[in-house]
């Protein structure tokens, strides 16, 4: 099981990731949506720096235009880029030719109740998939701590042609709960490691360990 943690703001947060054995870390650059987890370019690239290929890292984004995100994925020196907005497909190609080494994670909204807010068939250019809960009510797109069906997650990973994340309110506690019912290719989590507001080293520790112990039944894939 792939693990991404998202939303470090710090070296030290970063660090606890690498400690845990995360696979992805996601730094969040370029706001348009309610957060308190963005950080500026600068802080962005200091803790790229810093993980130095230890582990992949992934721009996270609210971004729409194609060369501020390419000038922002080149100058943090990431891996991948997470754009977890609305964008043109036209700007994506831009992104993806002028970054093909760079892999691409493609947000699609899901409500609480299961139902898919992104028009997946317009979506043209994505190495991977992210199904994660949207909040209409605060105009959240992620790190909004809920969950949504599992069992209709698991039907449409089934249906999607990319390796798909699962996010939205995943803790230490229901992880392996949601890997069992959604069977993923990652998860992905961001409040659901924090304690007041900040990453907490035992949540992190626990998250990566609880999903990477999952043993599925293939039987039901």
Same mark, same amino acid.
């Given at each position: ?33 309610? *957060? ?48 977890? *907005? ?24 899901? *409500? ?13 250019y994505a190495d991977f998939y992210l199904l994660d809960s949207i909040n209409l009510k605060t105009n959240q797109v992620g790190g909004t701590g809920l969950t949504?069906?599992? !069992? ?21 506690? !229901? ?15 961001? *409040? ?26 293939? !039987?039901?894939?």
């Amino acid at each position: 099981m792939v693990v991404k943690i998202c939303a470090n703001r710090t070296i030290e947060e970063a660090q606890m990731c690498l400690d845990a054995g995360t696979d992805i870390i996601g730094i969040l650059v370029g706001q348009k949506h309610a *957060s308190v987890d963005f950080v500026d370019e600068k802080s962005a690239k200091e803790i790229c720096d810093y993980v130095n290929g230890k582990c992949d890292v992934a721009l996270v984004t609210h971004l729409v235009n194609a060369e501020k995100i390419i000038d922002l994925a080149k100058f943090i020196g990431v891996d991948i880029i997470q754009l977890h *907005s609305n964008i043109n497909e036209s700007e994506v190609e831009k992104i993806a030719n002028a970054l093909p080494k760079i892999k691409l994670i493609r947000l699609i909204h899901i *409500s609480q109740n299961g139902e898919v807010l992104t028009d997946i068939k317009n979506i043209k250019y994505a190495d991977f998939y992210l199904l994660d809960s949207i909040n209409l009510k605060t105009n959240q797109v992620g790190g909004t701590g809920l969950t949504h069906d599992w !069992n209709k997650s698991r039907d449409l990973i089934k249906k999607l042609t990319k390796p798909t994340f699962l996010a939205g309110g995943l803790t230490p506690e !229901n992880v392996q709960d949601a890997i069992k019912k959604a069977n993923p290719y990652g998860v992905d989590v961001n *409040s659901g490691c924090k304690t007041e507001g900040k990453k907490d080293r035992e949540k992190v520790i626990e998250f990566v360990k609880m999903a990477k112990s999952v043993i599925l039944d293939k !039987n039901k894939g």
